[in-house]
Antibody, heavy 120, light 109 residues
Framework: QVQLQESGPGLVKPSQTLSLTCTVS??????????WSWIRQPPGKGLEWIGYIYYSGSTYYNPSLKSRVTISVDTSKNQFSLKLSSVTAADTAVYYC????????????WGQGTLVTVSS | EIVLTQSPGTLSLSPGERATLSCRASQSVSSSYLAWYQQKPGQAPRLLIYGASSRATGIPDRFSGSGSGTDFTLTISRLEPEDFAVYYC??????????FGQGTRLEIK
């Protein structure tokens, strides 16, 4: 089964860029079987979808974050990444990477999540 | 942009009772890519239902999902103590469908 693991700094200063990587194991990111997504959840709040990338490089972002978000893929490392620029305290959240299957009969799956705190 | 609205915001029930949670979309969505998650404090969301009605691996059969078009329902037939948590619906897959509902808190009465 395809598994996901987030990694990156747990603390980012205001106005800087948040960078996270998701490593995919148990399958190829280039298979075309999934959209590779990022989701976040601020403390005590609900879930927010950030965006996704397909193995071909096509992306789609949440309109509310689009101006600050970049998602990229590195097929050689079987990884995809999130960059969120000009962060503020409001970007403090648990960030999850996820796989959204193109096959309707397969379930989606998430990583365990990583907490990123924006603070000076 | 599709908006998913969950109701009620909070549901107070007793163990053994039946719970019915609603997820309504602002426009018709594909039931093939509608999921339900359960989240307990300090934990990552746990997938319960995908494709509107398929139970994820290891999910007890007291959990069931149904619906199509704009109206979807998660039903817990007989509440166990461990079922009290926050529940989210999600439209996933390719754009512009990706979005979450705001959540329903299921609390012990």
């Amino acid at each position: 089964q395809v598994q996901l693991q987030e990694s990156g700094p747990g603390l980012v200063k205001p106005s800087q860029t948040l960078s996270l990587t998701c490593t995919v194991s148990g399958g190829s990111i280039s298979s075309g079987d999934y959209y590779w997504s990022w989701i976040r959840q601020p403390p005590g709040k609900g879930l927010e979808w950030i965006g996704y990338i397909y193995y071909s490089g096509s992306t789609y972002y949440n309109p509310s974050l689009k101006s600050r978000v970049t998602i990229s893929v590195d097929t050689s490392k079987n990884q995809f990444s999130l960059k969120l620029s000009s962060v503020t305290a409001a970007d403090t959240a648990v960030y999850y990477c996820a796989r959204d299957p193109t096959n309707q009969w397969e379930p989606p799956g998430w990583g365990q999540g990583t907490l990123v705190t924006v603070s000076s | 942009e599709i908006v998913l609205t969950q109701s009620p915001g909070t549901l107070s029930l007793s163990p053994g009772e039946r719970a019915t949670l609603s997820c309504r979309a602002s426009q018709s969505v594909s039931s093939s890519y509608l999921a339900w998650y359960q989240q307990k404090p300090g934990q990552a969301p746990r997938l319960l239902i995908y494709g509107a009605s398929s139970r994820a691996t290891g999910i007890p059969d007291r959990f069931s999902g149904s619906g199509s078009g704009t109206d979807f329902t998660l039903t817990i037939s007989r509440l166990e103590p461990e079922d009290f948590a926050v529940y989210y619906c999600q439209q996933y897959g390719s754009s512009p469908r990706n979005t979450f509902g705001q959540g329903t808190r299921l609390e012990i009465k």
